[in-house]
């Protein structure tokens, strides 16, 4: 998970890089990306302990297929407003 992780973030990191996003809008980006974390992570406890592992664990994987299938959609010619 962590060198997952990790490589997700040096890419998004590169890619925000690249659409000329400056230093303050990325540390932005990463600080909601933290905090969505936490939200999601407390909902998934509430989740897996009145639905069990195994259900939590297959919508976890089911959303994140979805949201990478929805990353296909990605236009390089979508740029920041200045």
Do not use: P
């Not at 980006?29 to 969505?36: C, I, P």
């Not at 990478?68 to 236009?75: E, K, V």
């Amino acid at each position: 998970f962590t060198i997952t992780d990790g490589a997700i973030r040096m890419i998004v990191l590169l890619h925000a890089y690249n659409k000329a996003f400056s230093a303050l809008e990325v540390a932005i980006m990463f600080t909601l990306y933290e905090l969505a974390g936490v939200f999601t992570n407390l909902a998934a406890g509430f989740l897996g302990a009145k639905w069990g592992i195994k259900f939590t664990l297959v919508i976890g994987l089911s959303l994140q297929l979805f949201s990478y299938g929805l990353l296909f959609g990605w236009q390089d010619d979508w740029t920041k407003n200045q």
